[in-house]
């Protein structure tokens, strides 16, 4: 079984930072990729970035030059850093994980709300 830790989220003003960790632990393989998702209330969930095992990193063109994906490989963990938060922002945050030969797992989500 795999499990998916999220943390990090919270309450912050507009134009302040966040940083969210998921860790993946349990009995798995090899982590294909990691990402992060986002719904906001009466939405449907959005990607907002992914990395993969090799460090390959895509983000959402509405977070582009604000948000940064990184991984750190040797713990399972991929981290979000969240600046100049907006309103829009404001959402619950899953992490999503592929492994290897069993698919994926998402996390418990952690919201983020900005507001001021």
């Known amino acids: 079984q795999v499990q998916i830790v999220e943390s990090g989220g919270g309450l912050v003003q507009p134009g302040g930072s966040l940083r969210l960790s998921c860790a993946a632990s349990g009995s798995m393989f090899s982590i294909v990729a990691m990402g992060w998702y986002r719904q906001a209330q009466g939405k449907e969930r959005e990607s907002v970035a992914l990395i993969s095992s090799y460090g390959t990193s895509t983000v959402a063109d509405s977070v582009k030059g604000r948000f940064t994906i990184s991984r750190d490989n040797a713990k399972d963990t991929v981290y979000l850093q969240m600046n100049s938060l907006k309103a829009e922002d404001t959402a619950v945050y899953y992490c999503?994980?592929?492994?290897?030969?069993?698919?994926?797992?998402w996390g418990q989500g952690t919201q983020v709300t900005v507001s001021s």
């Open positions: 999503h994980v592929i492994v290897q030969l069993r698919g994926g797992y």
